[in-house]
């Protein structure tokens, strides 16, 4: 059974940082498509950044502030999120086996989220 299980989320102030960790158990290969999505309240979810084969994507809202990587011997995929704004509280989700950052059905693997507030 795959299991995605993130961490790191926690009120920051504005201009602060943080870095999220998904950490995958399982039958999982690290050779998949890797995401972060967020979900504001209220609001649909939305793809933040993706890694696949060596490449990021990041969403035009966070380029130049957030970075994906992964680590492929840990299963592990970050996001370090710098110079936060109030429009990034959200709850952020981990997931894999997807195809697009534009396709969040695609996506087969998810974990639970973690709440990232951002305060002025």
């Known amino acids: 059974q795959v299991q995605l299980v993130e961490s790191g989320g926690d009120s920051v102030q504005v201009g602060g940082s943080l870095t999220l960790s998904c950490v995958a158990s399982g039958y999982i290969t690290s050779r998949l498509y890797w995401a972060w999505f967020r979900q504001a309240a209220g609001k649909e979810r939305e793809g933040v950044a993706g890694i696949y084969n060596g490449g990021a994507y990041l969403a035009a809202s966070v380029k130049g502030r957030f970075s994906i990587s992964l680590d492929d011997a840990k299963k592990t995929v970050y996001l370090q999120m710098n110079s936060l704004k109030p429009e990034d509280t959200a709850i952020y989700y981990c997931?894999?086996?997807?195809?697009?950052?534009?396709?969040?059905?695609?996506?087969?693997?998810w974990g639970q989220g973690t709440r990232v507030t951002v305060s002025s």
């Open positions: 997931a894999a086996g997807g195809n697009s950052l534009l396709n969040e059905r695609s996506f087969l693997y």
